[in-house]
């Protein structure tokens, strides 16, 4: 129903910067919500921001300052710009999309995870 694609992981050092895309395809009239989350070995897959249609967005309290969360005007791609990269930042992230059809809600949508690196 919706397939999510993502890029612009790699390595970086810290301090640095990267950007994270995600676009959707798909029944994309359906999109809601878009987020990114992120897991680390042996760790809890967390939510590191979301952005809803209206432009709402909401961070974890360890990216806020450092990371900002955009879409498109389209609101079929969100993006993810991470500054000052910190080493405690690696992990793969994952794009995650909600849809809104006849007042239902699903979450089950992800894409194929990028991983982030960041060395010292």
């Known amino acids: 129903q919706v397939q999510l694609v993502e890029s612009g992981g790699g390595l970086v050092q810290a301090g640095g910067s990267l950007r994270l895309s995600c676009r959707a395809s798909g029944n994309i009239v359906n999109l809601n919500a878009m987020g990114w989350y992120r897991q680390a070995p042996g760790k809890q897959r967390e939510l590191v921001a979301s952005?809803?249609?209206?432009?709402?967005?909401n961070y974890i309290d360890s990216v806020k300052g450092r990371f900002t969360i955009s879409r498109d005007d389209a609101k079929t791609t969100v993006y993810l710009q991470m500054n000052s990269l910190q080493p405690e930042d690696t992990a793969v992230y994952y794009c995650?999309?909600?849809?809104?059809?006849?007042?239902?809600?699903?979450?089950?949508?992800w894409g194929q995870g990028t991983q982030v690196t960041v060395s010292t």
């Open positions: 952005v809803t249609t209206g432009g709402t967005t």
């Open positions: 995650n999309a909600e849809t809104l059809i006849w007042g239902i809600r699903n979450s089950a949508y």
